[in-house]
Structures are given as C-alpha cells and as structure tokens.
C-alpha cells in the first residue's frame, strides 16, 4: 500500500459513504449511532489513507414502517437516497430488528450490487454495556462495508461470519485486507461516467460504455453472486421446473418432438430460450425498477446490469443442473422404451440430444414458476449478498 498518510487531501481520491437514520429514533440511539460513524471513519482513515473518506449522516423520515423491517425495502430505500446523492457506498441504520429470509436471525445485510448495507442494532442493544453495543456495531459496520468493499469471509479477522454480533474479537480488517480495500477502491473513487464529457446522452451508448469500460469488474460481480442458489431458496421456481420434466419425461409426444428438432438447430433453440426466460423473470418481476434513477448514472446502469447478468447467469446455471439430472435419468430408463417412444425404431437414442431437449423444456417452465414466485423472495435471492 502507497503511504499517503501525509499527502495533502485535495491529492487523494475522494470516497463518500451516506448514512440513513430514521428521524424517528430516540436521541439515544441518534447519539449512539454517530459516534459509531465518527469512529468508522477515524479507522478508514487510518487503515486505507490513500483516499479521502467523508461520512454523511441524513436523518429521514421516510423509513419503511413495517416491523420487523424488511431488510430488502432497506436496501431499494438506501440504494434511491444513495443514486440522489451520488454516495459511493450506503449504509441504513435502524434499531428496529430485521426480517430474515434465508436465516433464523439477522443483524445486517450487505448488498455488493447495490452498494448498499442495512445494519440493525436491535440485538446488539441488550449487551451488557453502552461500549459493548458501540464495539459491537461497530464492527458490524465493518463486516458489512468489508462485503460491499469487495472482501470474502475470513475467520481471522472482522469477515469473520457470526451469528450474534457481540464486542469480541477480532473487530477489525487484517493487514492483507487493508491492502485488497485499496486496491478494490481504486476503481470507485475514479470520476463517475456521467461526470465525465465523453459520457453518451442515449440510453443504449451510456449501457455500451459502461460494459466497456468495466466489463471485467461487472463479470466478476456477477459471478461473486453465486447465483446457482436460486434454486435452493425459490420453491416454487424450482416445483414448476421438476414437476413439468417429469410429466415430459413420461409423454411420448415430448420424444417424439425431439426426435424431430435437429441437433444444430437446437443450439439456438436453447440459447434463445435462456435469453427469454430471463427477460420474462426481469419483466415480470419488475426487476428493471432497482437502481431506477431519473437520469443516466453509472451506478443505476452497472446495479441494472449486474442484476440482469447474475438472473441470466442463474438460469444458465440452472439448465446445466436439468441438463445432467436428465441425462443421468435417461441413462437409468430402458432404451428401448425412450426410443419407441421417440419413434427412432432400431436406431440408438441420443442421450446427449434428448437431455439438453428436456433441459431447455425444464427452463421454459421455471420462468413460468419463477413469476409465480413473491417479488420481494425472488429479488432478495438476487440481491442480497448474506445475511448476518
């Protein structure tokens, strides 16, 4: 890491990290929560000199009122105040505890995708003391923008992974992470596309010069997001896709279809398929609105794509499962059977063929299962990094 501790301010990229506080907080927990900011950005300062770290606490009174709160609305909520304000990264704090979707409990839930972390401070209130609570959330906070920073889990330091947030060690990053922050950061404190005179005014140059210019950054997002998990936490996603491969399997007219569907054709067939079923997901799940913004901004642009990239890069994920689950299943049945059914006579049946027909059948139906699934499940399996 360069030693930049003494370089003057106005040398160092600038790096700013909004804060949302429900105005409806007692002044207590008001109090409590900015020291907790002040603190963070003493350390950041610190610990990653090479940049300049501005925190901005904003009191709002327009907080979800739900309880538990839903960390996902926290999220869309602290993504829209962060485009507005052209924050580099979100943070929504509340002492309200939270909604958990995939775990018994959570305390926060950082989203990489939409540079947005919700903290709740609910649990770390009944400590035994005010400096146990403040240690705790704090590193929190930590964990939370080590995530949003770029950092996996590691039982050595803060990204240690915990089922109670509490003041024990460790609370902070280790040397080796402080060096992958500032080289992740880098790329955030460099000048925003819009802010920039190169920036395109339509719609479809802007998308194009933010592929290009970040593609390999967006690819690796996507990939980070592990999106083969939709089908371990969508029922309904994944009963429409079973139930439908199974009726397929047992219909004559399915092998008989696919007898008659050329092998090179099938190629494009399944690729269009993927395709559209990712749209119907997208649009029926009124995907498009996260990152909305009234004006083209980077930040929307790269939340939009990343988010339609990890839904079409679960898709695909999900038609290699069907394609080997199904072809595992056709090499068990009689090929006798499967091929009078398909009307081949005496000639071998094509294994390979028949299970990426049935594969790309299964897709067809997990996007009808998939919009069958409750908006907010389906958009917190894409967008939520984890739940802690």
Not at 71 to 100: N, Q
Not at 235 to 254: C, D, N, P, Q, Y
Not at 361 to 385: C, M, P, Q, R
């Amino acid at each position: 890491m360069t030693d930049t501790t003494h370089q003057p301010d106005n040398e160092r990229p600038l790096l700013t990290i909004g804060v949302a506080l429900d105005g409806a907080e007692s002044p207590e927990i008001y109090r409590a929560a900015r020291e907790v900011v002040e603190e963070l950005e003493r350390s950041l300062q610190r610990d990653v000199p090479d940049f300049q770290w501005i925190f901005q606490v904003l009191s709002r009174h327009d907080f979800p009122r739900e309880t538990p709160q839903d960390p996902l609305a926290l999220l869309e909520f602290g993504s829209d105040i962060k485009i507005e304000y052209g924050f580099d990264f979100m943070l929504v704090v509340t002492s309200c505890p939270l909604l958990a979707r995939f775990d018994q409990a959570t305390s926060g839930v950082p989203s990489t995708m939409l540079e947005t972390g919700v903290i709740s401070m609910a649990r770390m209130l009944d400590l035994d003391n005010v400096t146990a609570t403040r240690r705790a959330v704090l590193g929190l906070c930590r964990h939370i923008l080590g995530h949003l920073f770029g950092l996996d889990h590691n039982d050595a330091s803060v990204m240690k992974p915990r089922e109670f947030w509490t003041d024990r060690e460790p609370l902070d990053w280790s040397e080796e992470e402080k060096q992958q922050l500032a080289a992740f950061l880098q790329d955030i404190a460099d000048p925003r596309l819009e802010e920039t005179a190169t920036a395109g005014k339509t719609a479809w140059k802007f998308y194009c010069q933010v592929l290009i210019g970040d593609g390999v950054a967006l690819a690796r997002e996507i990939l980070f997001f592990r999106s083969w998990r939709m089908m371990l936490h969508l029922g309904r996603f994944t009963a429409a896709t079973a139930v439908s491969v199974i009726f397929l399997f047992l219909s004559g007219e399915a092998w008989e279809l696919g007898a008659a569907i050329h092998s090179d054709w099938l190629n494009l067939i399944i690729a269009v398929i993927l395709l559209l079923a990712t749209l119907s997901l997208y649009f029926g799940q009124n995907l498009q609105a996260v990152g909305r913004s009234d004006k083209m901004m980077e930040q929307a642009v790269r939340s939009r794509i990343i988010l339609f990239g990890t839904l079409l890069t679960g898709m695909i994920s999900f038609w290699i499962n069907l394609f080997l689950i199904s072809l595992g299943v056709i090499r068990i049945m009689p090929e006798s059977v499967l091929a009078g059914w398909a009307g081949l006579g005496g000639q071998p049946l094509p294994a390979f063929h028949f299970a990426r027909l049935m594969a790309t059948f299964g897709i067809l139906a997990s996007a009808l299962g998939g919009n069958l699934e409750e908006e907010h499940d389906l958009k917190a399996v894409l967008i939520y990094t984890e739940e802690t």
